[in-house]
């Protein structure tokens, strides 16, 4: 039987630094936009890397305080695209995608949410959070579904 070498590791693309070594950089651009092609199914361009590092808030496997996390650091990011004093960028879009684990099976690969009343009337039309089930993507991918966008999604949560 063939064993590994002692000194191989297997590093997942979903780890943040791995992430980010991958993607994060103008040789990994043309990754990127087909990852946010796929997830946000129209074309995309990136036009310029901004690092928006914010304190890391650790949280150990999905749950809603990961969605809390997630949300709070967004709401970081959009209020360091306004300057203190200055004008607030109203048509300014602004897109969260979360690559999330261990969601469950009820979840879509999928699911795009918004800010809106109980009658579904958006509240804020310029904000959209696309959270991306990494897991139910992986399944998908091995029970045969070839789209595209599955397996690419799917190659994040696979070592």
Known sequence: MNKAPENKTNLKI?????????FGSKTGKPLLETLLRDI???E???????????PKISASSYSKIIRFRN??????????????GGKYKAEQ????INLTA??????????????QNDKQEEYIDNIK???????????????????KEIRHIAAIGMS
Do not use: Q
């Not at 991306?132 to 070839?146: H, L, P, Q």
């Open 44 to 54: 995309v361009e990136i036009i310029e890397y901004k690092n928006r590092e914010l």
């Open 40 to 42: 946000l199914k129209k």
């Open 129 to 147: 959070v696309y959270e991306v089930n990494i897991d139910k993507a992986k399944e998908e991918w091995y029970k045969g579904d070839k789209r």
């Open 71 to 84: 949300f709070v650091y967004f709401a970081g990011v959009i209020l360091l695209d306004h300057e203190i």
């Open 14 to 22: 979903k780890s943040d630094s791995i992430f980010k070594a991958i």
């Open 93 to 96: 879009k602004y897109i969260s």
């Open 102 to 115: 261990k969601m469950g099976k009820k979840h879509e690969v999928i699911e795009i949410y918004k800010l």
